[in-house]
């Protein structure tokens, strides 16, 4: 089955930091993918402006460089030269005034204007300001920001009040890519569009979720940069919080983003506190080829965490008494985004062999997208009634009859819908500040207990304590494999 493309109007998309390593890894191939499907005029703009002092024809070049290294396209490809032709550049400082009337004098009237701030957080007011300014941005402007949104609720609320000076919250896209996974959004189609899960899905009948992202490479070669957040603040309060809220949440009364924000939101202002008995903290060490956290984050006293795992609480009617098991980590032994809900077992069996039978829904968002439901069946043969657990097993893209190659990444899905306008993918600055409000009592609790994380070997399925967590309450995890 081949998707469907929707085109979107023409633009003028301006990407600060265009010369940067996520523009040419993701932005610009992305583009390029979705200029092949046709999903855009050929009369559209795309502005790298950064600090580098180059040309159209020199940027068009760098242009071409990332999309053949990150978007695997032959050097001499066509249609490669017909996307460079849209591609223009401006050398800008942020900070100061070089650029800004250039800039201006290249943006069409009459187009949809979009500028992704592809930039440090801390360069976000200096652009908001000058877009706003210059008079480049007008009421129908679109941002787009990228993460990190603030380290902390403090910074996240400053970074929000930075924005709203010059944007209404309409205009403000903040990305968190997991919401452009195909998948992520499948979690909403498989519960609102079908009757079967939704009547199941709360406490009564679910025993408990666990959500797991675990990635086998460590933060060699970013090191530093990820020694100032850790897994808490890189995957936890953004990531996994999201895959969190779109299991948890109420249906919205439509597919709409406020209304989907609005669920979001409740749930995450409905999370317990979680305290030190619940959460285990981890940090890699040497193994096979590779170095210890420490040497790959160049700080010999490091206590940040590349490992987390927690229980988390829900307290609402729906959730009271089921708990959702998260973690997250690097340098595990296999590269894996899951979900898996538990359900309960029957409350009474007709069947004396004593074999647990509890459902298990798991819905695996990488690799090998797919839904997988374990149901028990009777073992064939005679001799009585045996039952034995079966996997229902679906892959999307066998089940789709495609091979995936014309679905989009979620960078791509997600430009596309800044310029269709449509917010329901991103974040709103109060489930930001909602999802800060509830990790830094976490991390300050840390800081001030100056405790360290456990250490774990590479390859390993986390620290031992990890384990506990979920045998104190009866149930395990399941195991990490691709
Ligand atoms: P980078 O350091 O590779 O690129 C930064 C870009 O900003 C360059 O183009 C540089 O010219 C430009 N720039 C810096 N100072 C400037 C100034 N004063 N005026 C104009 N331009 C200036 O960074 P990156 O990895 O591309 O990351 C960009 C943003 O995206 C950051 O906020 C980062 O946290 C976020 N992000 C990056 C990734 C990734 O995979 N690289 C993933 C998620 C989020």
Redesign the pocket.
């Known amino acids: 089955m081949v998707s469907r493309v929707i085109p979107v109007d023409d633009f003028d998309l301006v990407i600060?930091?265009?010369?940067?390593?996520?523009?040419?890894?993701?932005i610009l191939p992305g583009l390029y993918r979705r200029f092949l499907a046709g999903q855009f005029p050929d009369t559209a703009r795309i502005i790298?402006?950064?600090?580098?002092k180059q040309d159209d024809a020199a940027f068009r070049e760098e242009v071409r460089g990332a999309v053949v290294k990150f978007g695997g396209v032959p050097e001499g490809d066509e249609n490669l030269t017909a996307f460079l032709n849209l591609i223009g550049y401006v050398a800008?400082?942020?900070?100061?005034e070089d650029g800004w009337q250039d800039l201006k004098s290249r943006m069409r009237s009459g187009v949809i204007h979009a500028f992704y701030?592809?930039?440090?957080?801390s360069?976000f007011g200096?652009?908001a300001q000058r877009l706003a300014g210059y008079g480049i941005a007008d009421a129908d402007s679109r941002i787009v920001?990228?993460?990190?949104f603030g380290r902390d609720l403090t910074t996240a609320r400053e970074l929000n009040a930075t924005l709203a000076r010059h944007f209404v919250e309409e205009q403000i896209y903040r990305?968190d890519?997991y919401l452009g996974k195909e998948t992520v959004q499948n979690l909403m189609a498989v519960r609102f569009a079908n009757i079967l899960f939704e009547p199941l899905w709360n406490a009564q009948y679910v025993d408990h979720v666990q959500i797991t992202v675990a990635e086998t490479v460590g933060v060699a070669g970013r090191g530093s940069?990820y020694d100032r957040s850790g897994a808490i603040r890189d995957m936890v309060q953004n990531h996994l919080m999201q895959l969190l809220c779109l299991i948890a949440m109420e249906p919205p009364y439509h597919f709409d983003p406020n209304a989907v924000r609005d669920e979001k939101l409740k749930v995450i202002r409905a999370l317990e506190p979680v305290g030190p008995d619940d959460i285990v903290r981890g940090q890699y060490q040497a193994g096979g080829e590779g170095a210890a956290y420490v040497t790959d984050a160049e700080n010999p006293d490091s206590r940040t965490e590349s490992y987390v795992a927690m229980k988390v609480r829900i307290a609402n009617w729906r959730w009271q008494g089921a708990p959702f098991y998260l973690r997250t980590g690097k340098k595990l032994r296999a590269r894996t985004s899951e979900i898996a809900i538990t359900f309960k077992e029957p409350p009474h069996s007709i069947f004396d062999d004593g074999v647990p039978r509890a459902n298990q829904l798991v819905i695996r968002l990488q690799p090998n997208e797919g839904m997988n439901l374990k149901v028990m069946i009777k073992e064939p043969g005679p001799g009585g009634m045996r039952l034995v657990q079966v996997p229902l097993d679906m892959t999307f893209a066998e089940a789709l009859g495609n091979d995936g190659a014309d679905v989009p990444d979620a960078y791509e899905r997600l430009i596309m819908d800044v310029i269709r306008g449509n917010q329901t993918l991103f974040m709103r600055g109060d489930e930001v500040e909602a999802a800060w409000a509830w990790t830094d009592p976490i991390i300050e609790a840390w800081e001030t207990g100056k405790t360290r994380p456990e250490p774990y070997d590479a390859g390993s399925s986390g620290p031992e304590e990890a384990l506990r967590l979920l045998h104190r309450d009866n149930r395990r995890w399941r195991e990490i494999r691709a």
């Open positions: 600060f930091g265009g010369t940067g390593d996520l523009a040419h890894r993701k790298g402006a950064a600090r580098t800008i400082d942020a900070s100061g701030f592809s930039v440090a957080p360069l200096d652009i920001v990228e993460k990190p990305i890519h940069y």
